[in-house]
């Protein structure tokens, strides 16, 4: 039977999931006085912080519903942890709630100078290690600060890592997958081939197959010029498709023609009808947003697929803020929308025309591209349109969550995103929004993705991403 330890939480971890009380399985959980009024000064506001706060406030008022003095002493029962099978005969143990409802005698070193929160909270947990020192005592932050002097005070302390979806980033599903060079000849009396409607299709049997997920991408690096999509599985069983090719000039989508294998993936994603939802992961300069926007734009004006192009992301600012921003939701939105206007001036680039040509061709796409906040997303429902998240690795899961389920009937969802330029706190690689997602849709039949390798902006962004 493992040991049954005692976490003390730090404020932000409910300020970060509300949840978490409830997350600990059958171990214990303090909560220290100080936790509680700071969670008192942060309720107030229409942030994601404070609406956390609220219902971590309500989740604890839930809890301590017909409870006396006596009873808070003792700690409340959390809900029985159900990571025990049903066909176990051993019963779910019950972890249990405890408030500071005393003053603890603090120990604090002299090292610690000064009355803050983070002290407070630190000599709490100190206090509770001398009073069960058959307990093991952990204290749980986000705080990279309090953990560091949780360790120089000789105190066990941990991140909080329920929201991570992967215990490292470089498991994050890729979406593509090199085949061995001998994959013909091992698999020869296996395979099946037929065409049709100008698609050549193979249906695949073996090992190998019952690893790949749907629509991801396959290809050999033989010189062959092999590209192919998995299309259908059933265990062993698995049929792809040869790709569209989008490298040369007579099949480019909207003048663009993909530079290199991921981006003709990309592309053959981002123009599939079938696929509701598509996410593109890459560094900068891999051509996420021009591929992305080219494909909007055949698929909206071209062949009316859609009705318009929607395009959001979060106004996290690199540097300092700067400030208030006069005009409408969509003015005030443009100066976060570089990307999107520096790729429109490629995408719109013409020989001829002049003046009254480029005037003419950005009052028709001003008329289909859309700017909207995220913070104005809840409620809403798209129908029939193409909808791109920029920058998607600055949001939470809960986040991405509300803005997918927005898409109505008809709608695509593209996200993009690099997960090593986090700018939000509290955040990592491992639990971005944009992590999330790419692994829960990885195994859905009408969702897409590929990480891009390679960057074609310049050489000089390249040389730079690999040196600076």
């Known amino acids: 039977m493992p040991v049954k330890r005692l976490f003390v939480l730090d404020t932000n971890v409910l300020m970060h999931d509300p949840t978490s009380i409830f997350r600990f399985k059958e171990h214990d959980i303090f909560i220290p006085m100080i936790v509680l009024e700071e969670l008192d000064r942060a309720k107030k506001g229409t942030s994601e912080v404070a609406r956390n706060v609220r219902q971590a406030s309500r989740f604890l008022d839930d809890l301590m519903s017909n409870m006396d003095k006596a009873g808070i002493?003792?700690?409340?029962?959390?809900?029985?942890?159900?990571?025990?099978?049903?066909?176990?005969?051993?019963?779910?143990?019950?972890?249990?709630?405890?408030?500071q409802t005393e003053h603890l005698p603090q120990s604090l070193p002299e090292s610690l100078p000064g009355n803050?929160?983070?002290?407070?909270?630190?000599?709490?947990?100190?206090?509770?290690?001398?009073?069960?020192?058959?307990?093991?005592?952990?204290?749980?932050?986000?705080?990279?600060?309090l953990r560091i002097k949780a360790a120089v005070v000789g105190l066990s302390a941990e991140d909080y890592s329920n929201d991570q979806v992967l215990d490292d980033v470089d498991l994050l599903y890729k979406g593509h997958q090199e085949l061995p060079n001998d994959f013909w000849e091992s698999h020869s009396k296996d395979v099946e081939s037929w065409q049709e409607e100008g698609h050549t299709y193979y249906r695949v049997s073996g090992p190998d197959a019952k690893q790949w997920h749907i629509n991801q991408c396959l290809y050999m690096?033989?010189?062959s010029g092999f590209e192919a999509i998995v299309r259908m599985k059933d265990g062993e069983d698995a049929i792809i498709e040869i790709v569209n090719d989008y490298h040369?000039?007579?099949?480019?989508?909207?003048?663009?023609?993909?530079?290199?294998?991921?981006?003709?993936?990309?592309?053959?994603?981002?123009?599939?009808p079938d696929l509701d939802f598509v996410s593109l992961l890459g560094v900068a300069g891999t051509g996420k947003t021009l591929l992305t926007l080219a494909a909007g734009l055949a698929q909206v004006l071209d062949e009316n697929r859609y009705t318009e192009i929607i395009m959001t992301r979060v106004t996290v600012p690199v540097g300092d803020d700067i400030g208030f921003l006069p005009g409408t939701e969509e003015e005030k939105m443009t100066p976060w929308?570089?990307?999107?206007?520096?790729?429109?001036?490629?995408?719109?680039?013409?020989?001829?025309?002049?003046?009254?040509?480029?005037?003419?061709?950005?009052?028709?796409?001003?008329?289909?591209?859309?700017?909207?906040?995220?913070?104005?997303?809840?409620?809403?429902?798209?129908?029939?349109?193409?909808?791109?998240?920029?920058?998607a690795q600055n949001l939470t899961a809960k986040q991405m969550k509300t803005l997918i389920t927005r898409a109505g009937p008809g709608t695509k969802i593209v996200c993009l995103g690099n997960v090593a330029q986090i700018d939000t706190p509290y955040l990592t690689e491992t639990s971005s929004g944009l992590t999330y997602v790419v692994d829960k849709f990885k195994n859905w039949e009408h969702a897409g993705h590929i990480t891009l390798m390679r960057g074609e902006r310049s050489r000089l962004a390249e040389y730079a991403s690999d040196y600076l």
Do not use: C
Not at 128 to 134: N, Q, R, S, V
Not at 337 to 362: F, K
């Open 221 to 223: 690096d033989d010189g």
């Open 248 to 272: 040369s000039s007579k099949h480019s989508v909207w003048g663009i023609m993909s530079r290199n294998r991921e981006q003709n993936f990309a592309l053959n994603m981002l123009m599939d």
């Open 73 to 99: 002493d003792k700690g409340l029962a959390l809900p029985a942890w159900s990571g025990i099978s049903e066909e176990s005969d051993e019963e779910p143990q019950q972890g249990r709630l405890y408030f």
């Open 116 to 145: 803050t929160p983070d002290n407070d909270i630190l000599g709490t947990a100190l206090a509770l290690k001398e009073i069960h020192p058959h307990q093991p005592v952990t204290l749980v932050s986000k705080d990279i600060n």
């Open 337 to 391: 929308m570089g990307a999107l206007m520096d790729n429109l001036e490629v995408l719109t680039r013409t020989e001829g025309g002049g003046d009254w040509g480029r005037a003419a061709t950005d009052d028709l796409l001003r008329s289909r591209i859309r700017i909207h906040s995220i913070n104005f997303m809840r409620g809403r429902t798209f129908l029939n349109k193409y909808l791109i998240i920029d920058e």
